[in-house]
C-alpha cells in the first residue's frame, strides 16, 4: 500500500517553487473571470428584464427579477429595477419593501433613494420624501431629482414666501454711500417659483424704484429657466425696462450648464450676454460666470468665479466666496452695476435656513475699480436680506 501515491493533493510547502509562483497568478484570474461572469450574468438579466417592460411584458420581467434576487438576493442593481417596476405598476407599498433593503445593504445607493423618495410622494407620505429629499440633498446638493421634489413639496406646504433686504454701498473717495433697499413676495408652484420683487436705490444724489416680475419654471428634473422683466418709475438709475433670461440645463456627472441674456433700456441701451458653469463635487459647488457685452468700440467681459460649501441637514443653507473681474455686482441691474470698469471684487456670502421657515443672507463684498487718470477707488458692500415662508 505504501507503493501507491496518495490521491490527496500535497500541502502548499511541498509542492515547486515554480508552481507556487504561478499558482496564484492562476487562482487570482479564475476569481476575476468568475467575478466578471456574475457581473454580465446580472447584466443580461436586468438588460432582458427592460426589454421585456418596455415591450409590455411586465409580468414576465418581474417573474424573471423575482427568480434572479432568490438566487443572487445581494444583487442591489436588479433589486433597484425590480423596485421600479413595481412603483410603475402601482404596488408602492411592495416596491417601498424592495428599495428600503437595498438603503439597509448599501445606504449610499442615491438612486434607491431618489426612487423612494419618488414612492413617498406618490403615496402623499409628504414628511418621508421631505426627509428623503434633504438626505439627498445633504449628500449631492446639485441633485435635479431632489431639487425638482423639494420644490413640489414646498409648493404643497408652503407656497408663500415673503422677503426684505437693505444693502450698503461706500467708498474710500468719501464719495455719498449707496443705498438699496427691496422687498418681494413669491408663490411657488408645482411647475416653478414666481416672484415680484420692489427695489428702492439711492445713489448719486438720485432716487429711482425697479419693479420687476421674475419667474423660474422647471421644464423637467434638470431642465428649469429663469425669466426676469421690469421697469423703473422714475428711470434715472434703473433702466426703462429690464429683460433677462437664461436658460440651465443638467448634462449628467455633477454639472450644470447655462446660458441667457440681459437687455437694459437706458438711453443708450446695453446687450448682455450669459453663460455659466457649475459643477458639484460632493458637498460643494464650483461656479464660474461669464458675460459679455458688445460695443461699439470695444468688447466688455466680466468673469465671477465662485466656491460654495453647503451645510446644515436639509441641503440648501451654504457658505460661499466669490472672485469677479469686471462688473462688481453679479447680477447687473442698472446704473453702476453694468459700466465698463476694470474692477476686481473679493465676496463672501452665507445663506442659512435657521429654521424650517425662516432664511438669512448675509453678503460683504470690497472691490478695486481703476479709474483713468485717477488713484484707484475701494468700494465695499454689505447687504443683508430674510425670508420667510408660510
Known amino acids: 500500500?505504501?507503493?501507491?501515491?496518495?490521491?490527496?493533493?500535497?500541502?502548499?510547502?511541498?509542492?515547486?517553487?515554480?508552481?507556487?509562483?504561478?499558482?496564484?497568478?492562476?487562482?487570482?484570474?479564475?476569481?476575476?473571470?468568475?467575478?466578471?461572469?456574475?457581473?454580465?450574468?446580472?447584466?443580461?438579466?436586468?438588460?432582458?428584464?427592460?426589454?421585456?417592460?418596455?415591450?409590455?411584458?411586465?409580468?414576465?420581467?418581474?417573474?424573471m427579477l423575482e427568480?434572479?434576487?432568490?438566487?443572487?438576493?445581494?444583487?442591489?442593481?436588479?433589486?433597484?429595477?425590480?423596485?421600479?417596476?413595481?412603483?410603475?405598476?402601482?404596488?408602492?407599498?411592495?416596491?417601498?419593501?424592495?428599495?428600503r433593503r437595498i438603503l439597509v445593504q448599501t445606504p449610499e445607493y442615491k438612486d434607491a433613494r431618489v426612487a423612494l423618495m419618488n414612492v413617498e410622494w406618490w403615496t402623499g407620505h409628504n414628511a418621508e420624501a421631505t426627509d428623503l429629499a434633504a438626505q439627498i440633498l445633504t449628500r449631492d446638493p446639485g441633485d435635479p431629482e431632489a431639487r425638482l421634489m423639494k420644490q413640489r413639496l414646498d409648493a404643497r406646504r408652503r407656497p408663500w414666501s415673503v422677503s426684505t433686504g437693505y444693502s450698503l454701498d461706500s467708498f474710500n473717495d468719501d464719495g455719498d454711500p449707496w443705498h438699496e433697499f427691496e422687498t418681494s413676495i413669491g408663490f411657488e408652484t408645482p411647475r416653478?417659483?414666481?416672484?415680484?420683487?420692489?427695489?428702492?436705490?439711492?445713489?448719486?444724489?438720485?432716487?429711482?424704484?425697479?419693479?420687476?416680475?421674475e419667474a423660474y419654471p422647471s421644464l423637467r428634473a434638470g431642465t428649469y429657466a429663469y425669466i426676469a422683466i421690469g421697469g423703473a418709475t422714475r428711470r434715472d438709475l434703473f433702466p426703462e425696462y429690464r429683460a433677462a433670461f437664461d436658460l440651465y440645463q443638467s448634462v449628467g456627472h455633477g454639472l450644470e450648464l447655462s446660458g441667457g441674456y440681459r437687455r437694459l433700456q437706458f438711453s443708450t441701451p446695453v446687450s448682455i450676454y450669459s453663460g455659466s458653469a457649475t459643477k458639484y463635487v460632493g458637498q460643494w459647488a464650483l461656479m464660474?460666470?461669464?458675460?459679455?457685452?458688445?460695443?461699439?468700440?470695444?468688447?466688455?467681459?466680466?468673469?465671477?468665479?465662485?466656491?460654495?460649501?453647503?451645510?446644515?441637514?436639509?441641503?440648501?443653507?451654504?457658505?460661499?466666496?466669490?472672485?469677479?473681474?469686471?462688473?462688481?455686482?453679479?447680477?447687473?441691474?442698472?446704473?453702476?452695476?453694468?459700466?465698463?470698469?476694470?474692477?476686481?471684487?473679493?465676496?463672501?456670502?452665507?445663506?442659512?435656513d435657521v429654521t424650517p421657515r425662516n432664511q438669512v443672507r448675509v453678503t460683504v463684498s470690497t472691490s478695486r475699480q481703476e479709474r483713468v487718470l485717477r488713484t484707484p477707488m475701494w468700494q465695499t458692500t454689505v447687504s443683508v436680506s430674510t425670508a420667510y415662508r408660510f
Do not use: C
Open 288 to 352: 464660474e460666470r461669464v458675460y459679455f457685452v458688445p460695443g461699439d468700440e470695444s468688447n466688455s467681459w466680466s468673469f465671477h468665479t465662485e466656491s460654495r460649501r453647503y451645510v446644515g441637514s436639509a441641503g440648501t443653507s451654504y457658505v460661499a466666496a466669490t472672485y469677479s473681474h469686471g462688473f462688481n455686482r453679479e447680477e447687473p441691474l442698472g446704473v453702476g452695476d453694468s459700466i465698463r470698469l476694470r474692477s476686481n471684487t473679493v465676496r463672501g456670502q452665507a445663506s442659512l
Open 192 to 213: 416653478g417659483s414666481v416672484i415680484v420683487r420692489g427695489t428702492n436705490a439711492t445713489r448719486f444724489g438720485y432716487r429711482d424704484q425697479l419693479v420687476e416680475f
Open 67 to 99: 427568480g434572479h434576487l432568490t438566487e443572487a438576493p445581494r444583487d442591489v442593481d436588479a433589486r433597484l429595477v425590480y423596485g421600479l417596476m413595481l412603483s410603475w405598476d402601482g404596488r408602492y407599498d411592495d416596491a417601498r419593501v424592495e428599495l
Open 1 to 63: 500500500m505504501s507503493d501507491i501515491p496518495s490521491l490527496h493533493p500535497a500541502p502548499a510547502s511541498l509542492l515547486p517553487g515554480a508552481f507556487r509562483r504561478r499558482g496564484t497568478p492562476i487562482v487570482v484570474a479564475l476569481v476575476m473571470l468568475a467575478a466578471a461572469a456574475s457581473a454580465q450574468a446580472q447584466d443580461d438579466v436586468i438588460a432582458a428584464a427592460r426589454a421585456m417592460s418596455a415591450s409590455g411584458q411586465r409580468p414576465k420581467a418581474l417573474a
